[in-house]
């Protein structure tokens, strides 16, 4: 554009802006705004409101604000326009009311004064006749129409808290693998997410679940959908089923119960059920349904497979969903044949079932935290000799993942569950989403002692959790006391003149010359009972580790570990009474050892196989799986062994593996049921150390049953050969690649399924590496000089530098550790060797 251009381009622009002013200034002044505002409390100056579900109702009657009242009844709305309005009052277990009109002008304000006529709804007086009929109206019939109004008021305030998007939650979800006869969990993931808005859940629209149904079960998989607080009130759900009533007491308490089904007979899956309500305060408690046509394998029980959700109320605010499951079948084949060996077409059987779900914790509204029904951890802590109880100990709860992962345990100061027993000895644990913890103690006599005892695996299910009684060593020397099951089965450890008639151990780690002693390194032990698991502990500030044995033990297997370094194993004989020193060398660069973790499945079914017996050729050691089919092998010299796998009904197996210096090996086996010939199955992976205790493998196994995310291993990298990193990353969903210089250099990660606004500015994803945020997408400090292009990470690795790759397209689905610095674009971490 040249100057004279330019120029009149300003002019024309000039008078444009005038214009719009003048026009502006032409327009009348906008009409004040009409508010009405006012106090709820019961008639004859009875007592104020509080949370009354309080609507602004237009001449035809239909609310066009609504909100609870505030502790002091109070509430105020903006109405549209001039006109008459009245005001609806709504309270769980009373009756509605609403006022005669008000009059409103234009820019006028009211305040009125509602009161309320003391009405309560006594659903313990409804008469209930069960019948085989019922109504195509929840509306119809006056103890049915009562029940379904009680209901409706609570799935209202759900759907406008959803709409008015101000309450955030804390969001556990799970998936559990559940025994087709028991309903015991044999496996369970989980993941927490934070500022989770509402609905926790979302169900499909009405009108698709009606005609398409409630789930697409196929061959290959399942898809299961309940409905949430929309789908229960809309007029697609009332059209399609018949309602009646029940009554009955769940859980202690007398409930009224909603019932409905399918009106009339369908080829998709539909679903029956009960809205359960209170019947002292008309509460809605819950909704649970049943599946209708789906088709399920043989040995499958149809009452099992259904949904339920649980609802629960903030205080003096709206209901929400405080948690949720669907159970649904796993199928598999059962291949059989007859006496003259002719194959028969496989039968579908019941494999197990498989339940997800989650849970809300610490709501959040307006800046004010309120408790949302969460698990509790209970008990009591007592003197191992005496029996006396012990106050003033330290209870830390932590994922047990952690735990098994020998991460550190953090102070109660910084752990986000504990508690302190008070003079008898109590503690109380509470706000745990359901899970798997490991509980810590520490108590003054303990920290004087240097001693540190075993965490115990504590399981909290349906916010419950069996009450726990822990036993502390004493501070005189005894015999020790039955009581010391309660303690974890392998040795705990303490001094050894208190181990009484046990057999004590001195253990003493120094480097290889025998001169230095090593502060903090990690003893591993296995006692000659291989159901105790193996004991994990550092020594203190002099290199040292004092340990009692179990009564039982006669023999002890142990080794010491320095970051990736680790000793010879040392196999040492003991005896009751006895005290055995031994000293570890911890060999830098030389022999390490490495470590086993595997599964063992049935390769027909790929169900868990639990007790099959593991072991390597020339060793002693023999494990056991656990219920989950799942093992661990520590302490392995480095080299190939032959590995033996062996389980009464299941055809042996043997196989080679490799262990190597300083790393885990992930072996999946698949074990062939015996009589049938089927090939047995091995997978091994090799996973680095650092990234299994950064949390790597769990974050990629959650994505791989949501799709939270995208995964590259070391595996990936060097078969792609990228010659930057980033043109690699951007092949994931989700990401697009730009602003790359002429030799590839400066390139940005940018997700595409996010903008930052009403700009067209592109959306660039933070980048982290080794846990730490080097590019901040949404901070232009983070760039370079003005004549220089934008920070990139090939700036910072190159790709045979890294070991893994982790890519997050949005900030849904992004795990704790990368989420804040604005990631609303999403994230990228990368993990170097």
């Known amino acids: 554009m040249d100057q004279v ?15 719009a002013v003048v026009a502006l200034l032409a327009l009348p002044p906008p009409a004040a705004a009409q508010r009405i505002s006012g106090t709820v409390r019961e008639v004859d100056g009875g007592r104020l409101i509080s949370g009354g579900f309080v609507s602004l109702l237009d001449p035809a009657g239909e609310a066009v604000q609504a909100d609870f009242t505030a502790a002091d009844g109070v509430f105020s709305f903006a109405a549209p326009g001039p006109g008459e309005y009245r005001i609806r009052v709504q309270r769980i277990g009373y009756a509605n009311w609403v006022t005669e009109p008000h009059a409103l002008a234009a820019g006028q304000s009211l305040a009125i004064t509602v009161e309320v006529p003391r009405q309560p709804v006594r659903l313990g007086d409804l008469r209930v006749e069960v019948t085989g009929s019922c109504l195509d109206d929840p509306r119809q019939g006056e103890a049915l129409a009562t029940v379904w109004e009680e209901a409706r008021k609570a799935l209202e305030t759900a759907v406008w808290a959803e709409d008015r998007g101000e309450v955030t939650f804390t969001l556990t979800e799970y998936a559990r693998t559940l025994d087709p006869r028991s309903l015991t969990t044999l496996e369970a993931e989980s993941r927490t997410r934070r500022n989770v808005r509402l609905p926790p ?8 679940l009606m005609t398409r149904g409630y789930a697409v079960v196929d061959r290959d998989s399942s898809v299961f959908y309940a409905p949430d607080a929309t789908v229960l009130l809309s007029e697609e759900f009332r059209d399609t089923h018949c309602f009646g009533l029940r009554r009955d007491e769940v859980e202690g308490e007398a409930r009224l119960g909603l019932t409905f089904r399918p009106q009339r007979r369908s080829d998709v899956v539909q679903i029956e059920g009960t809205l359960w309500l209170d019947e002292a305060s008309a509460a809605l408690r819950e909704v649970r349904l049943q599946y209708r046509n789906v088709p399920l394998p043989r040995e499958a029980d149809r009452r099992r497979v259904g949904a339920n959700l649980v609802f629960d109320r903030l205080p003096d605010g709206p ?3 405080r948690d949720w499951w669907i159970r649904f079948p796993i199928a598999g084949e059962l291949f059989r044949r007859t006496v003259a060996g002719l194959s028969l077409p496989p039968q579908t059987v019941l494999v197990a079932y498989r339940q997800t779900g989650g849970r809300v914790a610490d709501a959040l509204v307006g ?17 191992s000799v005496s ?45 745990l989403p359901d899970g798997v913890y490991a509980l810590g103690v520490d108590h003054p006599r303990l920290r004087t002692a240097g001693i540190r005892v075993n965490e115990r695996r504590v399981v909290v299910e349906d916010r419950t959790s069996p009450p726990v009684e822990l036993w502390l060593p004493s501070a005189e020397p005894a015999e020790p006391s039955e009581s010391d099951a309660a303690l974890d089965p392998a040795a705990t450890p303490f001094a050894g003149e208190e181990c009484g008639e046990r057999a004590s151990l001195a253990v003493t780690v120094r480097d290889e010359s025998g001169l230095v002693v090593m502060p903090n390194a990690t003893v591993v032990l296995r006692w000659s009972d291989a159901v105790r698991r193996p004991l994990r502990e550092d020594a203190d500030a002099d290199g040292r580790l004092f340990l009692c044995a179990p009564r039982d033990a006669r023999q002890a297997t142990l080794w010491a570990e320095f970051g990736e370094d680790s000793s010879e194993e040392a196999v040492v004989a003991i005896e009751p009474g006895q005290a055995r020193e031994v000293e570890l060398r911890l060999l830098f660069g030389e022999t390490r050892t490495g470590r086993l973790v595997g599964q063992v499945r049935d390769a027909r079914t790929r169900q868990p196989v639990a007790a099959a ?57 698949g074990l062939s049921p015996d009589p049938l010939e089927l090939e047995p199955l091995v997978a091994t992976v090799i996973r680095p150390r650092h990234l299994e205790t950064r949390g790597f493998y769990e974050r990629k196994q959650w994505a791989e049953l949501n799709g939270a995310g995208t995964f590259f291993t070391v595996e990936d990298i060097e078969r792609r050969s990228p010659a930057r990193i980033t043109h690699m990353i951007a092949e994931a969903p989700g990401v697009r690649l730009a602003d790359c210089g002429i030799r590839g250099l400066g390139c940005q990660l940018y997700g595409t399924r996010i903008s930052t606004g009403f700009s067209d500015r592109p959306c660039k994803m933070n980048v982290f590496l080794d846990g730490s945020l080097v590019i901040q997408g949404s901070d232009d400090r983070w760039r370079s000089g003005s004549g220089d292009p934008p920070e990139s990470i090939n700036d910072y690795v190159l790709p045979s530098e890294i070991a893994a790759v982790e890519v997050y397209r949005g900030a849904a689905g992004l ?8 990631a609303r674009c999403g994230a990228v971490a990368i993990w170097t060797k």
């Open 5 to 19: 251009t330019a120029a009149r381009f300003r002019r024309i622009q000039a008078c444009a802006s005038l214009v």
């Open 201 to 208: 859940f979302r169900s499909l629209p009405a009108s698709r």
């Open 319 to 321: 209901f929400y969903v």
């Open 367 to 383: 800046g004010r935290s309120f408790g949302t029904g969460e698990g509790v951890v209970a008990g009591i802590l007592r003197d």
């Open 387 to 431: 029996g006396e109880p012990l106050g003033g100990a330290d209870i830390v709860l932590r994922e047990w993942d952690d735990a098994a992962v020998f991460l550190p345990r953090p102070a109660a100061a910084e752990a986000r569950f504990s508690a302190l027993t008070d003079e008898a000895g109590a503690f109380r644990v509470a706000g």
């Open 613 to 669: 017996e593991i072991s390597l050729t020339g060793r002693a050691e023999v494990v056991q799986s656990n219920r989950s089919g799942r093992f661990v092998l520590s302490g392995l010299p480095v080299g190939a062994h032959e590995l033996s796998v062996r389980h009464l009904g299941y055809a042996p197996l043997s196989h080679s593996v490799a262990v190597e210096r300083g790393l885990t090996t992930d072996v999946e086996i």
């Open 815 to 822: 795990p704790a550790e990368f989420s804040g610095y604005d």
